[in-house]
């Protein structure tokens, strides 16, 4: 039997949000078990640093460059890691000598895949010296100087989750800004790719509509009817033709055409835009997964989970949200970063060629002992 490895997962989200920490214990391969989760939000001034961070790596020509005032940045923003990670311990009775490893994730500031050019605030030595535990970061470089995308690495990790619930073909569909699949087949194999828009549209038009950050329980869908129209139009972009894997940029679409609709009509057909993009994502795949997971926050909104399930024609058996299945949406993100961690280890691949695009089957990270 493989060694099981006690490991944390540290996210940082482009969101700016917070720091999502959470711990699992695995043998990097099909042996899971999920433990705690708590997430650390970062205070206004912090994201106000960010945000400058994020202007200042536009200049970055070469990955270990920091320009401008990314370098003090790095450091504050490991001492903010350290600082959540000591607090996580404290909540829940931990301490160094309990974790075998971190994955480090750090603050992307800059992924420009078609240069190979990614870059992760985040000083993975000195988080080693801070919390006296060994660390793996930097898990998106080899991938990206192989040629990859070096995203998404989370796929290898719903694979092993998928292990626990012994239907297949499966797919995890996380909601987010955009929306991204990973479908795994009856023998492992996985193809993993954005699949259009997620939650980002339908946050920007009820901001715009109502001055909600969100079309809350899905109430102004709801009470709007679909532009047909409209959809159609939307659905005829070329990025549905391109051939996976594939990335979106959260704005993608955010010139489409909404003239004329009402703030509840505008929001039931991006919420079908959703949906059915979703669904003709299903060309891609070899076969038409059993039951799909849902994660991100898409999983909230009962008008999405509804046009889910009218656009794949499944019902809420076969489209469920992650809790439903066992599993947490809140800190799945987390958790995978503490899995490849592990993977990194034991030298075992983390990135594929169905999933960045990578030549073959990848591992990657540099470890930083304490």
């Not at 944390?8 to 720091?19: E, H, K, Y």
């Not at 990314?70 to 829940?92: G, I, K, N, P, Y």
């Not at 940029?249 to 955010?254: E, G, I, N, Q, V």
């Amino acid at each position: 039997m493989s060694k099981l490895y006690t490991a944390l997962g540290l996210m940082a989200g482009t969101s700016l949000d917070g720091i999502d920490i959470a711990l699992i214990k695995t043998d990097g391969e099909a042996l899971v078990s999920r433990g705690p989760s708590r997430t650390y939000p970062y205070v206004s001034e912090q994201r106000a640093i960010l945000k400058d961070a994020l202007k200042d790596a536009l200049a970055i020509k070469e990955r270990r460059e920091r320009p401008g005032g990314l370098a003090q940045v790095e450091w504050s923003l490991t001492e903010w890691h350290a600082l959540a990670v000591e607090s996580f311990c404290r909540d829940f009775g931990l301490t160094s000598s309990d974790i075998d490893v971190i994955g480090f994730h750090g603050q992307t500031v800059l992924h420009r895949p078609e240069q190979r050019l990614t870059v992760q605030l985040g000083d993975g030595p000195l988080l080693a010296r801070r919390f006296k535990t060994r660390i793996v970061h930097d898990l998106r470089a080899d991938d990206i100087a192989a040629g990859g995308r070096g995203a998404p690495l989370v796929p290898v990790y719903h694979r092993a989750l998928a292990s626990s619930l012994e239907v297949l073909p499966l797919a995890f569909l996380n909601i987010g800004g955009v929306s991204n699949v990973t479908w795994i087949g009856p023998d492992g194999s996985l193809l993993a790719f954005d699949t259009g828009p997620g939650n980002a549209l339908i946050d920007d038009w009820a901001l715009k509509a109502t001055g909600s950050p969100c079309d809350r329980d899905g109430r102004l869908a709801f009470s709007g009817r679909v532009n047909e129209a409209a959809l159609a139009q939307f659905l005829g972009d070329s990025f549905f033709e391109e051939q996976p894997p594939k990335s979106l940029d959260r704005d993608y679409f955010a010139s489409l055409d909404l003239t004329g609709l009402s703030p509840a009509d505008g929001a039931a057909t991006l919420t079908a835009f959703t949906a059915r993009s979703v669904a003709m994502s299903r060309v891609w795949f070899a076969a038409d997964p059993k039951c799909w997971v849902i994660c991100g926050g898409g999983r909230k909104n009962p008008a999405l989970m509804a046009a889910l399930r009218g656009a794949l024609g499944l019902g809420p058996e076969a489209i469920i949200p992650a809790e439903a299945a066992g599993f947490n949406g809140d800190s799945m993100e987390a958790e995978a970063w503490a899995y490849p961690a592990v993977r990194s280890l034991r030298q075992l691949p983390i990135t594929f060629p169905g999933t960045t695009g990578a030549p073959k089957p990848m591992t990657g990270g540099v470890i930083a002992e304490a």
